[in-house]
């Protein structure tokens, strides 16, 4: 299969620990997003990347969250030092540069902060 | 603002019925629009896309959308719906000057056997 993979797909983890994710794109694709899904609501944009540049930065994202793309593949996304309203599903999503192009999703990791 | 309301938080159908969810956008330029699935526990699935050209677009498992810019809408209909249709429904709009999508809240689509 050669869709977006993610890992893991849950992380249950106490308040104040670090945590990491990884994403997988779609190879031949050059764009990376990370989103975050709470209940009830649509995916809520939080970085993309094109190639190994990190190009934009959502208000959401505090300084307790960083993604890197060291070498325009895969991706991760850390979050420092969780907090309770850090629970949500974690969307990664991969594309071609042009905008008439669809991103394709991963199935996420869901987070839970206890 | 650019925004995408999707007005019903979950619609009812039952097996065999048809079915339209609604989307609309407030968008200044010129949109590109799609429509994703999501099963529960699942990533985002894309249905359909519209870019340009004819306003009706064909999608995958039987849907179709159309888009009427004057009315500012990209409706998602389907003639007839299975019990594996049950789930929610995202519409998103995007530009050329934009990378970001725009998402709607969703509709949950429910199925009565």
């Known amino acids: 299969d050669t869709g977006v993979s993610q890992d893991p797909r849950h992380k249950i983890t106490k308040r104040g620990q670090n945590v990491t994710f990884r994403c997988d794109p779609i190879?031949?694709?050059?764009?990376l997003y990370w989103y975050r899904q709470t209940l009830g609501q649509g995916p809520e944009f939080l970085t993309y990347f094109q190639n190994e540049a990190q190009l934009e930065k959502s208000r959401l994202l505090s300084d307790r969250f960083s993604a890197e793309r060291p070498k325009g593949s895969f991706s991760t996304l850390e979050i420092q030092r969780t907090e309770q309203g850090d629970s949500a599903m974690y969307l990664c999503a991969s594309g071609f540069e042009n905008s008439n192009q669809p991103q394709h999703f991963g199935d996420g990791t869901r987070l839970s902060i206890l | 603002a650019q925004s995408v309301t999707q007005p019903d938080i979950h619609i009812t159908v039952s097996e065999g019925a048809s079915l339209e969810l609604r989307c609309n956008y407030s968008y200044g330029a010129t949109p590109y629009l799609f429509w994703y699935v999501q099963s529960p526990g699942q990533g985002l699935q894309l249905l359909l896309k519209y870019f340009s050209g004819d306003t009706l677009v064909q999608g995958i498992k039987g849907f179709e959308a159309e888009f009427k810019r004057s009315q500012s809408s990209f409706n998602l209909r389907k003639p007839s719906v299975h019990w594996s249709d049950a789930a929610e429904y995202f519409c998103?709009?995007?530009?050329?000057?934009?990378?970001?999508?725009?998402w709607g809240a969703g509709t949950k689509l429910i199925i009565k056997p």
């Open positions: 998103a709009v995007g530009s050329d000057s934009n990378y970001q999508l725009i």
């Open positions: 190879s031949e694709h050059n764009r």
